[in-house]
């Protein structure tokens, strides 16, 4: 079967910095790529960064603040988030790509297949 567990949320203050992990099991990495989302109360669930072998792409929100890597033999995607704002606050989750997907397609959720359960992020002082 094909799981996503998403992990690595919490509370954090504004400028604080957090890690979340997406492990994948029931299918390779590598053949994939992996986009994280996130959804605020009461707001769309928006694309924050998406990962596949050859790209690395970013929300303009998150960009130079946050990084998306990858681990193969853990098969694992990592968001590190640095310099936290209070509207970085969401539940955050991974998602496994359809398919191979371009700039103009990664934040639409519909081009993804399977979604872990989300994890929460609040930034508050």
């Known amino acids: 079967d094909v799981q996503l567990q998403a992990s690595g949320g919490g509370f954090v203050q504004p400028g604080g910095s957090l890690r979340l992990s997406c492990a994948a099991s029931?299918?390779?990495?590598?053949?994939?790529?992996i986009g994280w989302f996130r959804q605020a109360p009461g707001k769309e669930r928006e694309g924050v960064s998406y990962?596949?072998?050859?790209?690395?792409f970013y929300a303009a929100s998150v960009k130079d603040r946050f990084t998306i890597s990858r681990d193969s033999a853990k098969n694992t995607v990592y968001l590190q988030m640095n310099s936290l704002k209070p509207e970085d606050t969401a539940n955050y989750y991974c998602?496994?790509?359809?398919?191979?997907?371009?700039?103009?397609?990664?934040?639409?959720?519909?081009?993804?297949?399977?979604w872990g359960q989300g994890t929460l992020v609040t930034v508050s002082s």
């Open positions: 029931g299918f390779a990495l590598d053949d994939y790529g």
């Open positions: 998602a496994r790509a359809s398919s191979r997907l371009i700039f103009s397609e990664w934040r639409a959720p519909s081009n993804y297949d399977y």
């Open positions: 990962i596949n072998r050859s790209r690395k």
